[in-house]
């Protein structure tokens, strides 16, 4: 039986293999001309297509709107009675600088948040686009003992924002890993934990900022260290995503909340933190354990201007006067914004600064100095990134529907409008580009800051996004023309 038993094993391997084999020899035969059909890609010898354009470039050459077609298109929308008795604006030709239309440009004005404008143009241009925050954690004054060091990073998080935000921020997070892994390859379990916000200097708020920004999630006060710009769940813990419009009360120690945030991940991570965090001042020379940076200076600014960031605004500002060796302070980040500006040849008459973000009603910027930064960023690469963060017409940030009282442009210029937003109670500007419908690029700066009342800021609001369509609805030379040939000119 056994016998039997193994000669059937025998025959039944023997027939495998030969079945192997014939299936072998079948798909080798097969196999030539079947990666043939195949294809594989090879790099060609030459190129077999061209990218052609998505969109069509704005026109540098052509006909320009005539002052007198201006006249007649935006007339009517800066003179609406909501806007009250103060307009100011200007257009101009961003290839050549050449003012096409003007009404008060020089005079200066309540910018509001248009002048995150200069505060970005100054930081791009003194820092570089591709300028990083590092925050990090340093050795404190004995070896069981280290220090959060805080390094101007408007954008750092907590934990890591929800998938599909942009951009991703540097974490707490992972500078906790970090460090606990550094002190426990160094034998060290148990640390005490202090904090370093020293970097800026003077008040939190700025001139003219009352308390109320922070209770209704405007600001919170200005730190070298603070996480999630300081906004809170209902829980009142740090909020770990990019929510512009969470208008809870902020955080008004935000440093401090940093440390407990840091404090508990340590927890987290395996390392015991005694006692409170505390503020601490970290030694000049003092052994880094860890370090996280922010994301590129380019695509914060975009952040910045997206969602009108005051925080972001504001710590950039401070990172200019850093830069420039001055205090970084409020008072200090305003002259070196101011610099930055003269340098770039950007006229700098009758501005006054007191903040970054133009919370405070006291600065004054004049139409033509925005629509001079606006053509400086046309063609200075150093500062080109301004440009790509502006809100587009009804497509993004503060000019998409419902995200501010500048979310009526529509009909064709939708897309075809990219400005900067400002509002505060009783004022409305709006500085950026336009498309008109000959396809030439203009750049114009439409402001009032005497709206009779702050009832009227959306009226106010919807007349200055009538400006900015009929710019972008613009046949003005056709028009003027035709004006003119009815008069027999």
């Given at each position: 039986m056994a016998r039997r038993t193994r000669l059937a094993?025998?025959?039944?391997?023997?027939?495998?293999?030969?079945?192997?084999?014939?299936?072998?020899?079948?798909?080798?035969?097969?196999?030539?001309?079947?990666?043939?059909?195949?294809?594989?890609p090879t790099v060609a010898a030459k190129p077999v297509s061209r990218?052609?354009?998505?969109?069509?470039?704005?026109?540098?050459?052509?006909?320009?709107?005539?002052?007198?077609?201006?006249?007649?298109?935006?007339?009517a929308p800066l003179?609406?009675?909501?806007?009250?008795?103060?307009?100011?604006?200007?257009?101009?030709?961003?290839?050549?600088?050449r003012v096409l239309w003007s009404q008060n440009p020089g005079q200066p004005s309540t910018p509001a948040s248009t002048t995150k404008l200069v505060t970005a143009a100054a930081a791009l241009a003194a820092l570089g686009p591709g300028a990083?925050?590092?925050?990090?954690?340093?050795?404190?004054?004995?070896?069981?003992?280290?220090?959060?060091?805080?390094?101007?990073?408007?954008t750092l998080a907590v934990h890591p924002f929800p998938a599909g935000?942009?951009?991703?921020?540097?974490?707490?997070?992972?500078?906790?890993?970090?460090?606990?892994?550094?002190?426990?390859?160094?034998?060290?379990?148990?640390?005490?934990?202090?904090?370093?916000?020293?970097?800026?200097?003077?008040?939190?708020?700025?001139?003219?900022?009352?308390a109320a920004y922070v209770s209704t999630g405007n600001v919170t006060p200005i730190s070298a260290l603070e996480v999630d710009q300081g906004r809170l769940t209902a829980a009142g813990e740090p909020e770990d995503g990019d929510n512009p419009y969470n208008l809870r009360a902020r955080t008004t120690d935000p440093a401090g909340m940093a440390a407990q945030s840091f404090a508990a991940l340590l927890e987290a991570d395996g390392i015991h933190v005694t006692g409170t965090p505390a503020e601490h001042e970290a030694r000049p020379n003092a052994e880094t354990l860890a370090?996280?940076?922010?994301?590129?200076?380019?695509?914060?600014?975009?952040?910045?201007?997206?969602?009108?960031?005051?925080?972001?605004?504001?710590?950039?500002?401070r990172q200019v006067a850093i830069k420039n060796h001055r205090p970084a302070s409020y008072s200090?980040?305003?002259?070196?914004?101011?610099?930055?500006?003269?340098?770039?040849?950007?006229?700098?008459?009758?501005?006054?600064?007191?903040?970054?973000?133009?919370?405070?009603?006291?600065?004054?910027?004049?139409?033509?100095?925005?629509?001079?930064?606006?053509?400086?960023?046309?063609?200075?690469?150093?500062?080109?990134?301004?440009?790509?963060?502006?809100?587009?017409?009804?497509?993004?940030?503060?000019?998409?529907?419902g995200q501010s009282v500048f979310a009526g442009i529509g009909g064709p210029a939708l897309g075809s409008v990219r400005a900067k937003t400002g509002n505060?109670?009783?004022?409305?500007?709006?500085?950026?580009?336009?498309?008109?419908?000959?396809?030439?690029?203009?750049?114009?700066?439409?402001?009032?800051?005497?709206?009779?009342?702050?009832?009227?800021?959306?009226t106010a609001a919807k007349a200055i996004d009538d400006a900015a369509a009929a710019l972008a609805n613009c046949g003005c030379r056709l028009r003027a023309l035709a004006a003119a040939r009815t008069v027999g000119l």
């Open positions: 094993a025998v025959v039944t391997l023997a027939m495998i293999n030969v079945f192997t084999l014939a299936a072998g020899i079948t798909v080798a035969r097969m196999l030539p001309p079947r990666l043939a059909a195949l294809k594989v990218a052609t354009p998505v969109l069509n470039p704005g026109l540098s050459t052509g006909s320009l709107p005539t002052n007198s077609g201006l006249q007649s298109a935006l007339a003179s609406a009675a909501a806007l009250g008795p103060q307009v100011s604006a200007v257009v101009t030709d961003p290839a050549t600088g990083r925050f590092t925050t990090k954690v340093v050795r404190g004054a004995t070896q069981s003992s280290v220090i959060l060091v805080g390094g101007g990073d408007p935000q942009y951009p991703r921020p540097a974490t707490l997070a992972g500078l906790a890993e970090t460090t606990a892994r550094a002190l426990k390859a160094q034998g060290h379990r148990t640390v005490s934990l202090g904090y370093d916000d020293d970097l800026y200097t003077g008040p939190g708020l700025a001139p003219g900022w009352p370090s996280t940076d922010s994301p590129p200076l380019s695509a914060i600014v975009q952040q910045m201007l997206q969602e009108s960031n005051n925080v972001i605004a504001e710590n950039l500002a200090g980040a305003a002259a070196a914004v101011t610099k930055e500006l003269s340098d770039l040849g950007i006229s700098t008459s009758g501005l006054h600064l007191v903040d970054g973000s133009g919370l405070s009603p006291q600065d004054k910027i004049a139409p033509a100095t925005l629509v001079t930064t606006l053509q400086v960023a046309t063609t200075h690469s150093k500062i080109r990134a301004l440009l790509a963060g502006l809100p587009v017409a009804g497509f993004s940030g503060t000019l998409s529907a505060l109670d009783t004022v409305a500007t709006l500085a950026g580009l336009a498309t008109d419908r000959a396809g030439r690029t203009l750049a114009f700066a439409f402001m009032a800051d005497k709206i009779p009342a702050a009832g009227m800021l959306s």
